[in-house]
């Protein structure tokens, strides 16, 4: 599908066949808006609606849902409705004849230039939850801490494992974080210490967006849980992991994981995703029920997106890769994380926040985190061929670069960047 009046180079992450949402303000326009990406360009989606682009839809008050500061309200609105504005949206930027394009004097002044554009959180995330879904990282970890026989714990295979995250340090790319403070016990055989974590690490996930919710108390199968994900944004859930060795037991992440996690800003549609579909891998034990799907919606329930980390260390002048890994290689699918959220009665709502958990694959390159990647610090990370720039974990300055991308033949489905700086500590008085 080619665009007739703006150019879109093939290696473009934002592809007519992409349209992602976001939100974005300019120096001149400094209220936050809603705007789809396409191309070098940012589609201004309140304009396109005062302009009448989507009148025909039934149930979307255009006008005042995409002039919001937030997606939340067009993310409930439900698939019939995202599907039909992406419909209009690929006829304006695709059709000569589109009425809309032909009422508008000068087409461009519907679009910003993306390079002029300051990107903001896509939504008013109300709950945030990260769940543990790579059977690879998870059989990593286990292994480091609890031996090879004992690598996966005995519930590990029955359900998607999460942990309820906080929303309120969830922050969009670009954004720099303080390396965090903490208690930690780098001697066993003495007490714990305070101070900044000396093994900050990145964590390389996906998370979803849920758009309409579930009443309390009502559950949701996969075949729903199928029509409520909104989209997908990339996600670095940032870890520090001797904060969190010393904290977790017995129950779980809580100020290792906290002080940070960035999402990139361009949530891709499911829609748009729908080409890459692909089997997840497969599951031994079979899954309880109420975690399989019957129906041909659910039966691809992997998605082939490409994944790559980079680090600019502070000491360096270039990005170097850290891993290559796929979101196929996830266990447990996104729709079986939302049907287990839910399957209690939890009442989920538009714009909370599904992250996968790291995502590693089979092989050392592809593992997604510095834990794996030194396994637990035993080993040097080379970022260059000379063994100048080593790592064992991230120290403070150094940059962390994720990307993601779908690649057809001739296009490219991409979720732009998702970056963050670590900086200094804060010092405490104490």
């Known amino acids: 599908m080619k665009c007739t009046f703006l150019d879109v180079a093939p290696e473009s992450d934002f592809s007519v066949q992409n349209l992602p949402y976001g939100i974005y303000s300019?120096?001149?326009?400094?209220?936050?808006?809603v705007g789809v990406a396409i191309g070098s360009a940012v589609l201004d989606m309140h304009a396109l609606a005062v302009h009448g682009l989507?009148?025909?839809?039934?149930?979307?008050a255009a006008v005042q849902v995409f002039s919001q500061p937030q997606l939340n309200d067009f993310m409930s609105l439900g698939r019939p409705v995202w599907r039909q504005v992406r419909s209009a949206l690929q006829d304006f930027l695709c059709n000569d004849g589109n009425a809309v394009r032909k009422r508008i004097v000068e087409v461009k002044s519907v679009t910003v230039p993306l390079s002029g554009v300051h990107m903001h959180l896509p939504a008013r995330i109300g709950d945030y939850t990260d769940f543990y879904a790579s059977r690879e990282h998870a059989t990593n970890v286990g292994m480091m801490f609890r031996g090879k026989d004992n690598a996966l714990?005995?519930?590990?295979?029955h359900l998607p494992v999460g942990y309820h995250g906080r929303a309120s340090s969830v922050v969009v790319s670009g954004t720099p974080l303080h390396r965090p403070n903490g208690q930690r016990r780098p001697d066993p055989s003495k007490p714990p210490v305070f101070g900044p974590s000396m093994r900050l690490d990145y964590e390389l996930e996906m998370a979803f967006f849920v758009g309409p919710g579930n009443a309390q108390g009502t559950p949701l199968s996969l075949e729903q849980a199928e029509e409520r994900i909104f989209g997908l944004v990339l996600m670095n859930d940032w870890s520090a992991r001797d904060i969190q060795a010393w904290e977790y037991v017995p129950l779980g992440p809580f100020l290792g994981k906290s002080f940070g996690t960035t999402i990139s800003p361009w949530v891709v549609t499911m829609d748009a995703l729908e080409p890459f579909r692909v089997a997840q891998?497969?599951?031994?034990?079979?899954?309880?029920?109420?975690?399989c799907g019957t129906s041909a919606a659910t039966a691809l329930a992997g998605y082939d997106i490409n994944l790559q980390v980079h680090i600019k260390p502070s000491n360096g002048e270039k990005f170097h890769l850290l891993t290559q890994s796929n979101l196929k290689h996830m266990y447990w699918s996104l729709r079986q994380q939302l049907v287990h959220h839910a399957i209690n009665g939890c009442n989920m709502r538009p714009g909370d926040l599904c992250g996968t958990g790291t995502i590693s694959g089979p092989t050392k390159e592809s593992f997604g985190s510095m834990l794996e990647l030194s396994w637990s610090g035993q080993s040097e990370i080379l970022l260059d061929e000379s063994g100048g720039i080593t790592r064992k974990f991230i120290e403070?300055?150094?940059?962390?670069r994720l990307t993601g991308y779908c690649q057809a033949?001739?296009?490219?489905?991409?979720?732009?960047?998702?970056?963050?700086?670590?900086l200094p500590p804060k010092n405490l008085a104490l």
């Open 396 to 400: 403070d300055n150094d940059v962390i």
């Open 26 to 33: 300019t120096d001149s326009m400094p209220e936050p808006r």
């Open 54 to 60: 989507f009148d025909e839809i039934e149930g979307l």
């Open 281 to 291: 891998p497969v599951q031994d034990p079979t899954p309880l029920p109420y975690l």
């Open 409 to 422: 033949d001739g296009f490219r489905v991409g979720f732009g960047e998702c970056t963050g700086q670590i």
């Open 153 to 157: 714990m005995p519930n590990w295979t």
